[in-house]
T-cell receptor, first 109, second 113 residues
Framework: DAKTTQPNSMESNEEEPVHLPCNHS???????IHWYRQLPSQGPEYVIH???SNVNNRMASLAIAEDRKSSTLILHRATLRDAAVYYC??????????FGKGTKLSVKP | SQTIHQWPATLVQPVGSPLSLECTVE??????LYWYRQAAGRGLQLLFY??????ISSEVPQNLSASRPQDRQFILSSKKLLLSDSGFYLC????????????FGPGTRLTVT
């Protein structure tokens, strides 16, 4: 499975947008980019996924670079409830979800 | 809407004792079902997945087993627990393409003493 690289941690202020980056320079043409987040002592929560085009849903937006070697998860207005570890995962035609270390997002009031 | 239940929420078991964790899903039919384990300070590890009743695929060889006796019921078992079985056990479900858009349950925190 192709690997992803994310910053270990990020900080944001409440009600401000947050851009969480993910590098995946070895992504293959059939790999989808998935994002999950995990709050303390809870199971992961699906956020969004995409292949080539930018994607929006009620939780977030996913911006995918034209060469697909990087992507950014965008939380439009961070709330305290968004404080979590965010995982960027590549999923291809074979293999399963492999959760790395992710980015720990802290949100300050 | 779909919901997923896991029980118990926490469990303390002695080494060598048996284990049975149950997961049920409501509000969907023929889901893909998954068991994951998260050891302390580590990432999630896929243990088993199932695409239908009686169909179980194991990702990691170990002393655990899984069964799917009903469409929306997934059970994780062990005949004899090891200390290394301690961890946070999560059940998840999805529909359609395997591994895509998984929804996780609240988890069971297992401590083997």
């Amino acid at each position: 499975d192709a690997k992803t690289t994310q910053p270990n941690s990020m900080e944001s202020n409440e009600e401000e947008p947050v851009h969480l980056p993910c590098n995946h320079s070895t992504i293959s043409g059939t790999d989808y980019i998935h994002w999950y987040r995990q709050l303390p002592s809870q199971g992961p929560e699906y956020v969004i996924h995409g292949l080539t085009s930018n994607v929006n849903n009620r939780m977030a937006s996913l911006a995918i670079a034209e060469d697909r070697k990087s992507s950014t998860l965008i939380l439009h207005r961070a709330t305290l409830r968004d404080a979590a570890v965010y995982y960027c995962i590549l999923l291809g035609s074979q293999g399963n979800l492999i959760f790395g270390k992710g980015t720990k997002l802290s949100v300050k009031p | 809407s779909q919901t997923i239940h896991q029980w118990p929420a926490t469990l303390v078991q002695p080494v060598g004792s048996p284990l049975s964790l149950e997961c049920t899903v409501e509000g969907t039919s023929n889901p893909n079902l998954y068991w994951y384990r998260q050891a302390a300070g580590r990432g999630l590890q896929l243990l088993f997945y199932s695409v239908g009743i009686g169909q179980i695929s194991s990702e990691v060889p170990q002393n655990l087993s899984a069964s799917r006796p009903q469409d929306r019921q997934f059970i994780l078992s062990s005949k004899k627990l090891l200390l290394s079985d301690s961890g946070f056990y999560l059940c998840a479900w999805s529909v359609g393409r395997l591994y895509y858009e998984q929804y996780f349950g609240p988890g069971t925190r297992l401590t083997v003493t």
